[in-house]
């Protein structure tokens, strides 16, 4: 095994997809080593919209295992760029299924109502101010979960689902350009629904 996979190492993913195909089944395990650190990246970064961290894992093999089937070197761009896709959209897949709730996860926006709103300052921090996980005691965090509902529902009521669906993945540090990809939509419009709600969030704070 080991000397196929220095074999494998120097091919491209492109030529292991075909090689795999024509029956040399090893490859599979490769490929699923090969790409583990970026399933592993992914969940971490997904896990701040509320999925468990591996299950999430599981997800991005599922979404992994997809890619292989469904790659085609004539139509796709590289393999990685489509796998990195596919892990991304069965990932977020899975988070949107398991949620329970309309609303999002309270502790999702703790830190956003106070860091968000220097004066002056570009609403391009929204991704730091949801990442600041600040210590707070009890009294302050219970004040801040207050501010944090009120503002939850203004999301809820204000941001359009497209919006919300946006706003999911840039928290998770994607570019636009990644998000239209994850929810196969076209550059400019997730782009300009990316600028609208940070705008409306403004207007909330």
Request: with cysteine; charged share 35%.
């Amino acid at each position: 095994m080991a000397r196929e996979y220095t074999d494998y190492a120097q091919a491209t993913d492109e030529e292991l997809i075909d090689r795999l195909r024509g029956g040399e089944e090893h490859i599979m395990d490769f490929i699923c080593d090969k790409y583990k650190n970026l399933v592993r990246s992914k969940a971490k970064s997904m896990f701040i919209l509320g999925g468990d961290s591996e299950d999430l894992i599981q997800e991005g093999m599922i979404g992994l295992f997809k890619a292989v089937r469904d790659y085609d070197s004539g139509r796709d761009a590289s393999f990685y760029t489509f796998a990195d896709l596919c892990i991304s959209r069965q990932m977020y897949t899975a988070v949107q299924a398991s949620r329970r709730q309309k609303h999002f996860p309270l502790n999702t926006y703790v830190s956003f109502y106070g860091n968000a709103v220097e004066e002056g300052r570009e609403e391009s921090d929204l991704l730091e101010a949801l990442a600041d996980r600040t210590k707070l005691n009890p009294e302050e965090m219970f004040l801040d979960k207050e501010r944090v509902a009120y503002l939850e529902k203004i999301i809820e009521d204000e941001l359009s689902s497209f919006e919300k669906q946006v706003l999911d993945l840039y928290m998770t540090g994607m570019s636009y350009t990644q998000i239209a990809k994850v929810l196969g939509r076209d550059e400019k419009s997730t782009d300009n629904a990316l600028q609208r709600l940070k705008s409306k969030i403004r207007k909330m704070l």
